[in-house]
DNA sequence: CGAGCCGCCCGAATCGATTCGAGCGCCCGC
DNA sequence: GCGGGCGCTCGAATCGATTCGGGCGGCTCG
């Protein structure tokens, strides 16, 4: 017999019903310790498997998995710590389910699989600020499929949004760096739309920005310092952040700008762009924090990089836990409110008075 | 009406089958025109959102997921970029198929949920080389899921291996060494076990080592110079990169060890290692690759690396790929056969010959 | 000694879609 | 005018497990 076994073959090995054989297995129901013993041989015999989990989530009407949605190809979007830490803290969530989580690819790619569209999941996590968040969410409301975003921006009643006080964090970071004397300061942003437009941000970038996190961060720069010169970044990389902070710190030969003509610090929109910053300042001969202090966003410990960084310690993790609890709480039929965390300023060795 | 409506749902208001309304979806069977119009529209007005995916697996017998198997958590597996790009190059290589990634973690976790022994796959990718892959297969093989291994040093003959030249490759690099005039030579090794034990390696670590690929490239090393020391790391990072080469390059004090008393080349096998290298040589004010040469392992772009790193370029993208056609022609019932990869020897500006 | 209760097992319905073979008009050609 | 062929639709079986209500013994208590 080359197929494999069901659990139908496997009771009547057993000698018992089809039904029983399932309590066996599932342990649930009054089975007799000789008969459930008798079943669990009979599988063992025939070299059955286990129920087929594609039936059991028919029946059951639950898959247990879990969909994460992400705005980017798999790719790029482990490339950063952040979402790296979150999905982790997601995986935490979850874990009273038991449930493993499925990646999904954005949609709107033309691949005819699996897709929120059509993937067996019992719930979603959106992780992400992309302009397609409205799309994902109707698709997902149509199909009855409770959904938690995260830095969604504006969703529904019905779907939770976990969330950080990006303006406000921002801001505090702005305010430490004008308590200490800072006049002239600049911004190297995340990503500004899908595009991943880079460089000097305009009026007219600003417009059509649709990615919510770096608009927030933006304004809690312009809170403090309404002038700043921004420049975006194409990725939160460590590269694109030393792109940028070029932008704002040299010329076009790549030389330093005179000191009266540069920024004294730099606000990073992420810990991996102020990585970069750092990497850009000590190409161009300037000290850090000496003659350029740099404040980041997220708190992560970047690989390599030899400073204690002063930023903004996002719970990444707690985020992402929250959003699995928030998905653990949705299946059990009960609500699930909107949560905003805090982050706190962190003070590390790359902030100081100015020079000048 | 509260539940979501079902095709028979949709086939009764649009006045046809449920058959027929199948036939109207799938696209695939002779449908009139006239009739597939009025299901879709039928389905449009009852808020349809195309067939359950459960059901439909169920009774296609396949579910359009592909599991992955990471022989960690999700956190530390995400931090490598060697197995981004693998799973990078997975996607990929199955997307003929439309496929979604199901991450699976490694078996033995209490979670009572998906696990390889019942998860809604229908391949499987085990990542790694894990002292788990036996129990893996054993697991995959008694469930009928076909399964493809990266780095998984002896499967079975139903098993496909996709691997890279561990051995050989290594060898390669020490030997450019050599030919540079390097005579002693250190070792920076990616983990031995399960547990990460970190340190010099010795006789006994070397004989409850489990994890293939650092055992070959250990051995390639040993190849050209027998003798040399190792230490492995804790994980393929840069921190514990620059903490292994401490041991070979530093005295108990932080401070560098003589020169006659140090290697004046170090074998890292892994990028990330050998960044963690270069960064404890300029710790300790030793020039690459002036006072110390690197080779490192991957060929990835170590961000934030300002050096052209030497390295042994091991295409991972190509690697993940090559399983994820695997996946595909296993699939379609074609045999699929182990393949190994070449690296190629990649000069960079980490090399030299020895100063003294 | 009999009625009731309890523990254990079985039968049958169900989950929702897919698929195969059969049936039914209708048109065309002979 | 009639039979064959063709295009479309329908019924029913099927995928494999779960679950609920019922029934059948055996044991206990009055």
């Given at each position: 017999m080359t197929a494999r076994p069901t659990l139908a073959d496997v009771a009547a090995r057993a000698g018992v019903s089809a039904s029983t054989a399932s309590l066996a297995f599932s342990g649930s129901g009054p089975v007799s310790d000789a008969t459930k013993e008798r079943v669990l041989a009979a599988a063992a015999e025939l070299g059955y498997a286990g129920p087929d989990p594609r039936a059991r989530s028919l029946r059951r009407g639950r898959s247990g998995i879990v969909g994460v949605v992400l705005e980017e190809r798999v790719r790029s979007a482990f490339l950063d710590p952040v979402k790296i830490?979150?999905?982790?803290?997601?995986?935490?969530?979850?874990?009273?389910?038991g449930a493993a989580l499925l990646l999904l690819p954005f949609i709107g790619g033309e691949s005819e699989g699996a897709t929120i569209e059509d993937a067996p999941v019992d719930a979603v996590?959106?992780?992400?600020?992309?302009?397609?968040?409205?799309?994902?969410?109707e698709i997902l409301r149509r199909r009855g499929i409770p959904t938690v975003a995260i830095e969604g921006g504006p969703t529904g009643d019905d779907v939770p949004d976990i969330s950080i006080d990006n303006r406000d964090a921002t801001r505090r970071g702005a305010e430490h760096l004008r308590s200490l004397g800072h006049r002239d300061v600049g911004v190297v942003t995340l990503p500004f739309d899908a595009e991943r437009t880079s460089g000097p941000v305009d009026a007219a970038l600003e417009a059509r920005a649709s990615t919510q996190v770096t608009i927030e961060r933006l304004q809690g720069a312009r809170d403090v310092f309404p002038t700043?010169?921004?420049?975006?970044?194409?990725?939160?990389?460590?590269?694109?952040?030393?792109?940028?902070?070029?932008?704002?710190?040299?010329?076009?030969?790549?030389?330093?700008?005179?000191a009266e003509a540069r920024p004294t610090a730099i606000i990073a929109q992420s810990d991996l762009l102020a990585a970069g910053v750092i990497h850009a300042a000590e190409e161009l001969g300037l000290a850090v924090p000496g003659e350029l202090s740099v404040v980041g966003f997220d708190g992560i410990r970047v690989d390599g990089l030899r400073h204690d960084l002063?930023?903004?310690d996002q719970p990444s993790t707690d985020k992402g836990r929250a959003a699995g609890e928030a998905v653990v709480r949705l299946l059990a039929g009960e609500p699930a409110t909107s949560l905003a965390f805090t982050s706190t300023l962190h003070l590390g060795d790359t902030t100081a008075p100015p020079a000048r």
């Amino acid at each position: 017999m080359t197929a494999r076994p069901t659990l139908a073959d496997v009771a009547a090995r057993a000698g018992v019903s089809a039904s029983t054989a399932s309590l066996a297995f599932s342990g649930s129901g009054p089975v007799s310790d000789a008969t459930k013993e008798r079943v669990l041989a009979a599988a063992a015999e025939l070299g059955y498997a286990g129920p087929d989990p594609r039936a059991r989530s028919l029946r059951r009407g639950r898959s247990g998995i879990v969909g994460v949605v992400l705005e980017e190809r798999v790719r790029s979007a482990f490339l950063d710590p952040v979402k790296i830490r979150t999905l982790d803290g997601i995986a935490d969530g979850i874990a009273p389910l038991g449930a493993a989580l499925l990646l999904l690819p954005f949609i709107g790619g033309e691949s005819e699989g699996a897709t929120i569209e059509d993937a067996p999941v019992d719930a979603v996590v959106l992780i992400g600020c992309s302009p397609r968040v409205e799309h994902s969410l109707e698709i997902l409301r149509r199909r009855g499929i409770p959904t938690v975003a995260i830095e969604g921006g504006p969703t529904g009643d019905d779907v939770p949004d976990i969330s950080i006080d990006n303006r406000d964090a921002t801001r505090r970071g702005a305010e430490h760096l004008r308590s200490l004397g800072h006049r002239d300061v600049g911004v190297v942003t995340l990503p500004f739309d899908a595009e991943r437009t880079s460089g000097p941000v305009d009026a007219a970038l600003e417009a059509r920005a649709s990615t919510q996190v770096t608009i927030e961060r933006l304004q809690g720069a312009r809170d403090v310092f309404p002038t700043a010169p921004a420049v975006a970044a194409a990725t939160s990389s460590i590269e694109d952040g030393r792109l940028a902070a070029l932008l704002l710190l040299a010329d076009g030969s790549g030389r330093a700008l005179p000191a009266e003509a540069r920024p004294t610090a730099i606000i990073a929109q992420s810990d991996l762009l102020a990585a970069g910053v750092i990497h850009a300042a000590e190409e161009l001969g300037l000290a850090v924090p000496g003659e350029l202090s740099v404040v980041g966003f997220d708190g992560i410990r970047v690989d390599g990089l030899r400073h204690d960084l002063t930023t903004l310690d996002q719970p990444s993790t707690d985020k992402g836990r929250a959003a699995g609890e928030a998905v653990v709480r949705l299946l059990a039929g009960e609500p699930a409110t909107s949560l905003a965390f805090t982050s706190t300023l962190h003070l590390g060795d790359t902030t100081a008075p100015p020079a000048r």
